[in-house]
């Protein structure tokens, strides 16, 4: 049964918040699966892999931009910037996990294409730990089930 939203929720930096990280959410699964192609097809590995990593920056951008945005609206409608719900505590991890491959440089696996695609494969389950486990299993205030 739908409900009338309340008026929190009728904020136009909802839509921003949503909409920004969805977006981020859609460039790291594009990501995860390109990466479990890249597995599979040894000849599109290294292609993959600069591609990948190249998506990796904006992804990151837009899921900090998001969480960023999702705070200011927490602060002007809560009263606090962070509250270390279950959603919240979620994206910043999976923003965390997708952070290290940024660190190619200091960070051996990363360098190697094949270690770099199955990280990538492996951190999308923080994604989906994001979107569906804390909706489904955790809840909090950011599950609308």
Request: with cysteine.
């Amino acid at each position: 049964q739908l409900k009338p939203m309340t008026p929190v929720l009728r904020s136009p930096m909802l839509a921003a918040h949503v909409s920004v990280i969805m977006v981020s959410y859609g460039l790291l699964i594009f990501i995860a699966v390109t990466a479990a192609i890249a597995l599979c097809s040894g000849r599109l590995r290294e292609r993959f892999y600069r591609l990948n990593s190249t998506l990796l920056y904006p992804a990151l951008f837009l899921l900090a931009a998001g969480i960023f945005i999702g705070a200011v609206w927490a602060n002007i409608s809560w009263g606090r910037y962070w509250g270390w719900d279950a959603k919240e505590t979620w994206a910043l991890i999976t923003m965390l996990v997708y952070t290290l491959p940024l660190h190619k440089g200091s960070l051996a696996l990363f360098r190697n294409p094949v270690g770099f695609h199955r990280y990538c494969l492996i951190s999308s389950l923080t994604i989906a730990m994001t979107f569906l486990g804390v909706t489904y299993f955790l809840g909090g205030m950011h599950s609308y089930v």
